[in-house]
């Protein structure tokens, strides 16, 4: 019906244009809603529910631990830049046009993904130094939260966890490339971010700002790389 219709379809390009370049203002009411859950949850309830999880002797939080270094950008920022390098020389030693068409799905892919969890982990980063979060393992007994600015110490760059933000980035690139997978991927991601939970490394809005931070960003990448006719499709299309 859009394709029959040249104004409508200029308005639905237009309006894609536009998701893709900003964050929306639900999506942007969503982040300081995240921002203010922390600042609740530093009266107690984060401390208390990552408290319990660490804690846990049980079946899950033991299998939460076992996954729980999933998050490492490692797993994700080397094989994908091996593997884009590896594509984009392939792609210039290919003759074969559909064997060039492929390459240039898996290298556009890669670098989709690549620059998702890149992004979104030095946002990350930056975030953890200026809101300056103290981890669980770092607060003195009877402290239910430590805040300070423009920290330098790892001890006190809780917020966010920077394993979710590489988790969920990871799950929404993929999901666009492999929607058939997608819950697979989300829950994976889940998973591994509540691991960090049952080590002990982060509050419970760390993860939940991180899953957002990360999600966003990779949605984001999306509409940003198809203005430039270089957008990431899934493995079907």
Request: overall charge positive.
């Amino acid at each position: 019906m859009s394709e029959a219709n040249p104004l409508l379809a200029a308005g639905e390009r237009r309006l894609a244009e536009v998701r893709g370049r900003y964050l929306l203002p639900w999506q942007i009411a969503l982040y300081e809603a995240i921002l203010a859950a922390a600042v609740v949850g530093s009266a107690g309830f984060d401390l208390w529910l990552t408290t319990k999880l660490h804690q846990s002797q049980g079946m899950l939080a033991t299998a939460l631990r076992t996954v729980e270094d999933l998050g490492d950008s490692k797993w994700f920022i080397v094989p994908s830049a091996c593997w884009l390098l590896a594509c984009l020389l392939l792609f210039r030693l290919a003759g074969d046009p559909e064997v060039r068409r492929r390459l240039r799905w898996w290298t556009v892919s890669l670098a989709y993904l690549l620059a998702s969890v890149s992004v979104s982990g030095i946002i990350a980063n930056i975030f953890k130094t200026v809101f300056g979060r103290a981890r669980p393992m770092a607060l003195s007994p009877g402290e239910t939260a430590e805040w300070t600015l423009f920290a330098f110490d790892w001890r006190l760059q809780s917020f966010p966890s920077g394993h979710a933000t590489t988790l969920f980035s990871a799950a929404v690139a993929l999901s666009v490339l492999f929607p058939r997978f997608r819950w697979f991927f989300i829950g994976a991601a889940v998973a591994g971010s509540f691991g960090r939970l049952a080590i002990g490394a982060h509050f419970f809005a760390d993860i939940v700002a991180g899953a957002a931070l990360g999600g966003f960003t990779a949605w984001w990448l999306k509409g940003f790389m198809a203005r430039r006719g270089v957008a990431p499709l899934a493995a079907s299309a």
